[in-house]
């Protein structure tokens, strides 16, 4: 296979790689190459194992660049990624506005891509780590080592049109943009997006492993959901959501935030529903018995500055204010291993309507490669399924008329 040419090489077997072939007429030979052992691993993992592949709540304010996205959305947005899917097989159900599939199996996403790509006769290189692609007078050259068995080896491709699909280094993925630097792209750094929170420990005493539904606040924005407390910091869905804040600089370390343990009630309610839990008890810990997870209860009343044997009604104001106020200050972003997704990437400037290069011809960049991050709840794949279909149409189009050119 060394030194064969191809139509198309995408760059990276994950979700917008696996997806781009998928759609990509049979008639184009296609190759996808793919460092890790086996193509998709990165997708298996999403959604807790379940792929919240897209979201019928899809909207431009969910993205970092929405102008950018915007046109890429209104021609392949959540509906149309559904009908792709279950084009290639896959049954789907909305849970809320999150769609899953069917199963709530991610492996069940993968199979279908696996089984459409392989349908149109992809050729699938995995263990071969890219890692130099050249533009000789038009032409890709593709070439790198494949890691497979014991000793590497080198290799090199050529293709018509390249496509990078390498994703981000959030988890267990790798940052592989500067292959399109060489091609003349600016890349912005990479940081975790959706991620994580690093915070002071005091206000997290006891509460390890604890989760709860509650609100996180930070300025303006608060988002609802679970959170789950850590030795360093805070995570869980409202979180993740809420660390992009940090990674789009509208908040920053030493910024205080909240969180409010009882989001549905405003402060008024909540003093006047614990007025009503006082008649009859005497102390705070008695107020606070039935209440939340009992290392919630501790936490809270020392928030509020008072023990548990203290006179209950003479500290409801206290409680709930720490109820709804709880404060914790921000030291930074969880690192990019506890990320499910990085900012940062391919200058989106530099790029056009179809996701082809403005530096360098045929050559296109898909997913979370570039810079375009989401909120947590469906929208960064859903970004791997709309560049990626944008690529696949356009190097269609183009092979088409090249080929037209050719035969006159
Ligand atoms: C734990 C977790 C849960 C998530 N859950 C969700 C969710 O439920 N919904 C959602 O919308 N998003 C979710 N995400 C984010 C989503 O998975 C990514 O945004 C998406 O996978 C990006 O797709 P991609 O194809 O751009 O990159 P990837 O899926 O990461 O694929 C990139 C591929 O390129 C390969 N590669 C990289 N460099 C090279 C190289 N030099 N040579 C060859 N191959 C290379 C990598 O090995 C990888 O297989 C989650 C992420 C994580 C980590």
């Known amino acids: 296979m060394d030194g ?19 759609q990509l007429p049979s008639e184009l030979s296609v190759a996808i190459v793919e460092s890790n052992d086996r193509v998709g691993k990165k997708l298996l993992a999403t959604g807790n194992g379940k792929c919240n592949l897209t979201n019928l709540d899809m909207d431009v304010s969910h993205f970092n660049h929405p102008n950018f996205v915007g046109s890429f959305l209104e021609r392949f947005g959540a509906r149309d990624a559904i009908a792709a899917f279950e084009d290639i097989g896959l049954m789907t159900k909305a849970i809320d506005s999150r769609v899953y599939p069917y199963s709530e199996c991610a492996s ?25 692609i050249k533009n000789i007078r038009g032409e890709f050259e593709v070439s790198g080592e494949a890691v497979n068995g014991k000793r590497g080896e080198n290799f090199n ?27 003349g792209h600016t890349v912005r750094p990479m940081a975790p997006s959706l991620a994580p929170i690093r915070t002071n420990k005091e206000p997290l005493k006891g509460l390890q492993g604890v989760r709860v539904k509650a609100g996180v606040r930070i300025g303006e924005r608060c988002e609802v959901g679970e959170v789950l407390f850590k030795d360093f910091g805070i995570s869980g869905i409202a979180t993740f959501n809420m660390a992009g804040e940090l990674a ?19 402060k008024a309610e909540v003093e006047r529903m614990l007025s009503k839990r006082a008649h009859g008890v005497t102390s ?32 409801i104001g206290a409680i709930a204010d720490a109820i709804k106020n709880y404060r914790l200050v921000i030291e930074g ?43 947590s709840g469906g929208y960064n794949l859903q970004w791997a399924w709309s560049s990626a279909k944008a690529a696949a149409l356009n190097i269609a189009a183009r092979s088409k008329e090249r080929k037209i050119a050719y035969d006159v």
Request: hydrophobic share 45%; proline share 1%.
């Open 157 to 183: 491709y050529f293709a018509n049109a390249v496509v990078l699909a390498t994703g981000s280094y959030a988890t267990f993925g790798k940052d592989s943009t500067s292959l399109f630097a060489a091609l």
């Open 248 to 266: 789009r600089g509208r908040a920053k370390a030493g910024d205080v935030l909240i969180i409010d343990f009882m989001p549905e009630h405003s």
């Open 333 to 375: 972003v969880g690192d990019a291993s506890l990320a499910q997704v990085m900012s940062g990437g391919l200058n989106v400037d530099e790029f056009d309507e179809n996701m082809m290069s403005r530096k360098c011809e045929n050559a296109y960049a898909v997913g979370e490669a570039v810079d375009i991050d989401g909120d």
């Open 108 to 132: 069940t996403v993968l199979d279908v891509l696996r089984r459409a790509v392989e349908k149109r006769g992809t050729h699938i290189f995995t263990g071969h780590v890219v890692n130099s």
């Open 4 to 22: 064969k040419k191809f139509d198309v090489i995408i760059i990276g077997g994950g979700a917008a790689g696996l997806f781009l072939a998928s």
């Open 284 to 315: 705070v810990g008695e107020l606070m018995v039935g209440t939340f997870h009992s290392r919630v209860q501790e936490r809270i009343a020392w928030a509020a500055g008072c023990s548990f044997e203290d006179r209950a009604e003479e500290k």
